[in-house]
Nanobody, 116 residues
Framework: QVQLVESGGGSVQAGGSLRLSCVVA????????MGWFRQAPGKEREGVAT????????NYADSVKGRFTISRDNAQNTLYLQLNSLKTEDTAMYYC??????????WGQGTQVTVS
């Protein structure tokens, strides 16, 4: 069974950095597309960044462009999100997701990022 396990969240001060990781377990292939999403209390889930299998096609939400960097290690089946210049409005639960059969059909349990 495919499982996504995130790690790397935490509490930081504004201006700080974090690196999130997401390991894809139980899948021998490489997901076509992987992405990071976030959801803050009382708000809808929003897409943060996505990267395709070739790792050279990335997309970012306008709110994180220039501050966050998505990357993936296909050999390790691991997705990363480098968060720099964090702002209080980046506080949210961050989820990774993967496209295995179609759409973002597998999701991790989430990792909390809190910026104060």
């Amino acid at each position: 069974q495919v499982q996504l396990v995130e790690s790397g969240g935490g509490s930081v001060q504004a201006g700080g950095s974090l690196r999130l990781s997401c390991v894809v377990a139980g899948y021998t292939g490489s997901p076509l597309c992987m992405g990071w999403f976030r959801q803050a209390p009382g708000k809808e889930r929003e897409g943060v960044a996505t990267v395709y299998a070739g790792a050279d096609i990335t997309n970012y939400a306008d709110s994180v462009k220039g501050r966050f960097t998505i990357s993936r290690d296909n050999a390790q089946n691991t997705l990363y999100l480098q968060l720099n210049s964090l702002k209080t409005e980046d506080t949210a639960m961050y989820y990774c997701a993967a496209t295995v059969h179609g759409g973002f059909d597998y999701w991790g349990q989430g990792t909390q990022v809190t910026v104060s």
